[in-house]
């Protein structure tokens, strides 16, 4: 007895010495920063709508990418274009990439190394196209995205920028209904399918800013989401709309802020990346 109450005390004091030295030190046991990760320009906003809105209206999108620190791993949420978009001359018309992740990152004091998890909102090109680069990182995907990709003939797009994980060569968690990506609730992939069969997005629950929430493309653009827009490309309407009711629920329970990723607006009032939110 006196053995484990040694060990448990002998851990409560090892903690909160390390605890007190991340205090001293001033480092936060949670950040969230935003970058750029593509451009995408939409000359017709009519296919985010299936009632027939924001037809002919003209629009630029910019793929959010996002790195959660958190003391058990560093998390990257979406991945953006796939760095062979760099320099391509006749690729998709109104997609842009200036610098592939590995550069943005070590640019920015970050060694792609760092990164344990790769959570991709769904599978869409513009989404995982950068995951790739990190091939040590475990992957995380909505359950049936991944069952979707697992069906795809192995040269679909889609497939092949997640081919590393589909043969089976890289770690993949394919996540049914939520997941407490650390353990501690403060950093949760919340199921929102609709847009895709596995679509997720991410919430994340920082010390000091409380509850972010970051879309996926539950929503692509602010006014979409004032009207509760469905895409006429999303893959359930039904599942769209009880998603678009879970995200405005959890987000009025919590009081969170939302953060559209494809929209540059809320991307410009996220701090300059390297700089974190705590
Ligand atoms: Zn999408």
């Known amino acids: 007895m006196k053995r484990v109450m040694a060990l448990l005390f002998g851990g409560a004091i090892l903690s909160g010495i390390a605890a007190w030295t991340a205090m001293a030190q001033g480092e936060p046991k949670i950040t969230l920063q935003a970058f750029e990760c593509g ?3 939409q000359n017709d906003l009519g296919r985010f709508s299936d009632t027939m809105r924001f037809k002919g209206e003209a629009r630029e999108f910019i793929a959010g990418c996002f790195l959660v620190r958190h003391p058990k791993g560093v998390l990257l949420w979406d991945t953006g274009f796939s760095a062979q978009l760099i320099g391509m001359k006749d690729g998709p018309p109104g997609l842009t990439l200036d610098k592939s992740l590995t550069d943005r990152l070590t640019q920015n004091g970050i060694q792609p190394g760092a990164i344990t998890h790769v959570g991709i909102s769904h599978y869409h090109a513009d ?8 091939p040590n990182a475990e992957l995380l995907i909505g359950e049936g995205d991944w069952a979707a990709l697992a069906a795809m003939k192995p040269d679909d797009r889609q497939a092949v920028q997640l081919a590393h994980w589909l043969s089976g060569k890289g770690k993949v968690r394919s996540v049914k ?4 990506v650390f353990g501690d609730g403060t950093v949760t992939m919340l199921a ?13 629950r920082l010390p000091k800013n409380g509850a972010m929430l970051l879309t996926g493309d539950q929503y692509h653009f602010r006014e979409n989401r004032a009207v509760r827009g469905v895409p006429t490309f999303n893959t359930n309407r039904a599942d769209t709309l009880a998603s678009h009711d879970r995200f405005e629920e959890i987000a009025k329970n919590l009081k969170a802020r939302v953060i559209i990723q494809h929209d540059p607006r809320d991307m410009a009032e996220l701090p300059a990346f390297p700089a974190a939110l705590d």
């Open 177 to 180: 209904g939520d997941l407490d």
């Open 127 to 134: 989404h995982s196209g950068g995951a790739g680069e990190f």
């Open 192 to 204: 929102m399918p609709g847009h895709t069969p596995g679509h997720s997005a991410l919430l994340v």
């Open 39 to 41: 451009r995408l320009k």
